[in-house]
T-cell receptor, first 115, second 117 residues
């Protein structure tokens, strides 16, 4: 299994500002993903964080709004830029240990409120 | 078109009864995986059960079983002997291309399960 930590666990931010969320895993992982969960909704994939290269974004998400870094196999950051109230969500980091491992693990999430 | 469909926004069950949460999926891949996660009010995502598209037997994990009907493209979760602690949101998810593809899970909209005493 994998133990995933996220910082911060929650934050309240003003519109127009940016917040960087950190994801740390206790072991090297092949695949790392970022999801958004809007209030009362399901999980939507934002992007796949690729180690050493640009992230792969899903339709509707762009790098200028959600820049992602992944400098190594245990760490990634997601920045929510120029925030608006519509960005208020839970942001979850998720990992798959290796391509042979079917389970996908989730971090505890970052609860973001934009005022 | 939705890849994962959960048609039950909410389900109610009495303690100790069994409950079935519905999930249908849509994929053209021959190799794929189906998952169920539980999300209590605390927000954590708890993995419950997995079914591979080539698995001939239905997956079981304790009180959880997955009723896999490949021809109908359904993967219903059955919880036997419900407990108060089962009250949570339940998500069905799919990974296309099989686990070796390394692709991310796609989630359904979820079903809220409420267990009463």
């Amino acid at each position: 299994s994998a133990v995933i930590s996220q910082k911060p666990s929650r934050d309240i931010c003003q519109r127009g500002t940016s917040l960087t969320i950190q994801c740390q895993v206790d072991s090297q992982v092949t695949m790392m993903f970022w999801y958004r969960q809007q209030p009362g909704q399901s999980l939507t994939l934002i992007a796949t964080a690729n180690q050493g290269s640009e992230a792969t974004y899903e339709s509707g998400f762009v790098i200028d709004k959600f820049p992602i870094s992944r400098p190594n196999l245990t760490f990634s950051t997601l920045t929510v830029s120029n925030m608006s109230p519509e960005d208020s969500s839970i942001y979850l980091c998720s990992v798959a240990l290796r391509r042979e491992d079917y389970e996908q693990y989730f971090g505890p999430g970052t609860r973001l409120t934009v005022t | 078109a939705q890849k994962i469909t959960q048609t039950q926004p909410g389900m109610f069950v009495q303690e100790k009864e069994a409950v079935t949460l519905d999930c249908t999926y849509d994929t053209s891949d021959q190799s794929y995986g189906l998952f169920w996660y539980k999300q209590p009010s605390s927000g954590e995502m708890i993995f419950l059960i997995y079914q591979g598209s080539y698995d001939e037997q239905n997956a079981t994990e304790g009180r959880y079983s997955l009723n896999f009907q490949k021809a109908r493209k359904s993967a219903n979760l059955v919880i036997s002997a419900s407990q108060l602690g089962d009250s949570a949101m339940y998500f069905c998810a799919m990974r296309e291309g099989g686990y070796q593809a390394g692709t991310a899970l796609i989630f359904g909209k979820g079903t809220t399960l409420s267990v009463s005493s």
